[in-house]
């Protein structure tokens, strides 16, 4: 037990250190050898926790990705809202990590990069959006009813909603104009109560 939580402890290190290097520079930038030497390991010692580098963004996306969706479950969950506040909870989580977080905008931009060029990546991203789809959808359909006839319109309704906040961030991360938050949150609510 005692090592296994040892390892898990390098493992998390060599990760952060991995994360910060996305901060700072585009993936294909960063070798091994740069994030052994953040992490404070050889790029030996590194290769013993993750042989490969697919091994080590497999490890880190699923992660990131599954904080995400930990943290926006959790935001909503034990919480007594009626729909509306829920939805502008959901609404607000997603704004906050994906437009106003640009240290988190930055390593999706990444990864989503990264998964260009492998498919087992790209699978993890495609479960990713798929699940972040998913929360929209049944936000959606909690305000609206549970009228399963209109589930394509919760996925369609929730696919806007995501193109909305997730392009909003990589846009305002590019070129940023200062997007007035309360009015896109005004916006996204709205979507959800169209017709």
Same mark, same amino acid.
């Given at each position: 037990?005692?090592?296994?939580?040892?390892?898990?402890?390098? *493992?998390?290190?060599?990760?952060?250190?991995? *994360?910060?290097?996305?901060?700072?520079? &585009?993936?294909?930038?960063?070798?091994?050898?740069?994030?052994?030497?953040?992490?404070?390991?050889? *790029?030996?010692?590194?290769?013993?926790?993750? !042989?490969?580098?697919?091994?080590?963004?497999?490890?880190?996306?699923?992660?990131?990705?599954?904080?995400?969706?930990?943290?926006?479950?959790?935001? &909503?969950?034990?919480?007594?809202?009626?729909?509306?506040?829920?939805?502008?909870?959901? =609404?607000?989580?997603?704004?906050?990590?994906?437009?106003?977080?640009?240290? =988190?905008?930055?390593?999706?931009?990444?990864?989503?990069?990264?998964?260009?060029?492998?498919?087992?990546?790209?699978?993890?991203?495609?479960?990713?959006?798929?699940?972040?789809?998913?929360?929209?959808?049944?936000?959606?359909?909690?305000?609206?009813? =549970?009228?399963?006839?209109?589930?394509?319109?919760?996925?369609?309704?929730?696919?806007?909603?995501?193109?909305? &906040?997730?392009?909003?961030?990589?846009?305002?991360?590019?070129? !940023?104009?200062? &997007?007035?938050? !309360?009015?896109?949150?005004?916006?996204?609510?709205?979507?959800?109560?169209?017709?």
């Amino acid at each position: 037990m005692k090592k296994e939580l040892k390892v898990l402890k390098k *493992k998390k290190q060599i990760i952060d250190a991995l *994360k910060r290097g996305l901060e700072k520079d &585009v993936y294909s930038q960063g070798s091994l050898e740069d994030v052994a030497r953040e992490a404070g390991f050889s *790029k030996g010692g590194l290769r013993h926790y993750f !042989p490969t580098r697919e091994e080590l963004y497999v490890s880190l996306i699923e992660g990131f990705f599954n904080q995400i969706q930990r943290d926006q479950l959790g935001v &909503v969950q034990g919480l007594d809202l009626d729909k509306n506040d829920r939805a502008l909870i959901t =609404t607000l989580f997603g704004i906050e990590k994906f437009l106003l977080d640009k240290k =988190t905008m930055r390593i999706l931009i990444n990864i989503i990069l990264y998964s260009f060029q492998d498919d087992k990546i790209r699978e993890i991203v495609r479960k990713f959006i798929r699940n972040h789809l998913n929360i929209y959808a049944a936000t959606i359909q909690e305000m609206k009813g =549970t009228d399963t006839a209109k589930e394509e319109e919760f996925q369609f309704i929730g696919r806007i909603t995501q193109i909305i &906040v997730l392009f909003s961030g990589i846009l305002e991360f590019i070129d !940023p104009i200062k &997007v007035d938050t !309360p009015k896109l949150i005004e916006f996204i609510l709205d979507l959800y109560q169209r017709d």
